[in-house]
């Protein structure tokens, strides 16, 4: 195999023949990865004439660009298959390196060591410093060939893409994976800020009056049916409840004197929208609970119970559908779990203890159990307004045919993906026959799942499919709430 005789004819193809609208997939990057290719050649072992394989792979793996930017790998193959000869590779050595660029095809394949090392030198650059040189190269080369319409497109494919790509040797993954996770939190950042800076005149108009609604709808639940049946709640309100029974100070005065702090916490931890918005929330309730009188509508404790309950969780989840509160203790909570290895529910639900102990204790049992009855229908309908329909769902997926479904998955469905390496197999009576597989986790809203369900059984038919709910979920590609 002469390597260096082929390397001196190709770079000078791609030097000078290559499209002007190719932008990306230029000489440089095939140099690059034969470089990155070479480089983690050194710790996974590969030596001899499978390094030279692995190089002659990586310098043919784009030479399909010479002709057409679509199924380039294969017009890599013809180009290989016609030129390696020359330069004393056998036929079995050229299919090996066929293969080798095969496996680059997107959703990449690794089928054996070879391979996962060509397909991690293609994508070094996701892992280094200089990701966002080459992906502005790569979206320019897209836009002029049509694959592409516009930058909030692209930033959006490229957070998919980073959210589902697995890097396949140890060393590339010890060496590129924080700085990949890095650049795709940037990313994420950087498409949160987008949005919330292309916001319409007209969807700030329907987020005020849903923040209106929801706050008078949260006082009326205090002022019509907790307050006058000194019921309480959890969370800074069930706080403040408490201070105002116990000490008859101003309810509007003391919900805004307990979320102030947390308030200004939120500005450092959830960003400035938030906590502005947050603000005026609170300075809206404190207005309506002095313009509304105490008025109880009923003297029923388990109508008091769930229907105060109901009406407080709905007025405080269309706000949080804003992107406000009205109760700051999730940010107390966000700012403990930082500082503590408890989780947002745990500690949540500490101070929930605490304040309903206090409630027993200055105003019988029998109070502290309606109001805890009062909180968790509050916290159901929370849940109810804020996600809806779109509650999150975890979906975990065995297969033989992983590689198929994580491509329909990532590229149809348009969701992110994460993969385990596993074994399938180990049934009764053939314990000793297994297979290595992928394991895909996604996440998906639940009208989503009869979709994915149908989409990966028309693939495989003998699938194994189970979910199970998500009760908190950040980051990655799902969709977001505004705050």
Known sequence: MNFQQAYSFISQKLKTELPSYITYHT????????????DLAKTENISGDDLVLLKTAALFHDTGFLHHHQEHEEESCKIARRYLPEFDYTEMQIEHICRLI????????????????????????????????????????????????????????????????????????????AQKLATLAALQAKL???????????????????ALFGVAVSATALKLFLVPNHFFDGGVTGISLLVHELYNYNLGVVILFFNLPLIVLSYFIVGQKFAIRTLLCVILLGICLL?????????????????????LGIGIGLIMRVGAALDGIEVLALYALKRTSFTITEIILAFNILIFTIAAFNFGIETALYSI?????????????????????????????????????????????????????????????SNDCDIIFTIITRLEYRKLKNLVYDIDPQAFIFTNEIKEASGGIIKRRGH
């Open 102 to 177: 095969m496996a680059t095809r997107l959703p990449q394949l690794s089928e054996d060591h070879l391979a996962s090392a060509l397909c991690d030198a293609d994508l070094y650059y996701l892992g280094t410093d200089n990701y966002t040189e080459f992906a502005e190269r790569l979206f320019q080369e897209s836009k002029k060939t049509k694959s592409i319409a516009n930058e909030k497109e692209w930033l959006i494919r490229q957070i998919e893409f980073l959210s589902a790509h697995t890097y396949f040797t140890r060393s590339a993954q010890n060496k590129l994976n």
């Open 373 to 433: 009855l009062t909180y968790f229908t509050a916290t159901r309908c929370i849940n109810y307004v804020v996600e809806g329909l779109q509650a999150y769902t975890g979906v975990t997926i065995v297969s033989a045919k992983s590689e198929v479904i994580k491509f329909q998955l990532v590229n149809k469905l348009g969701r992110g993906i994460t993969v385990y390496k596993g074994e399938r197999g180990f049934l009764p009576g053939k314990y000793d026959i």
């Open 192 to 210: 949160q800020h987008t949005q919330e800076h292309r916001e319409s005149p007209l969807q700030r108009v329907q987020d005020a009056v849903i």
């Open 291 to 311: 313009l509304i009188p105490n008025y109880p509508v009923t003297a029923d404790k388990l109508l008091i119970s769930i229907f105060g309950g109901a009406f």
């Open 27 to 38: 000489w440089e990057h095939t140099e690059n990865v034969i470089h990155s290719a070479v």
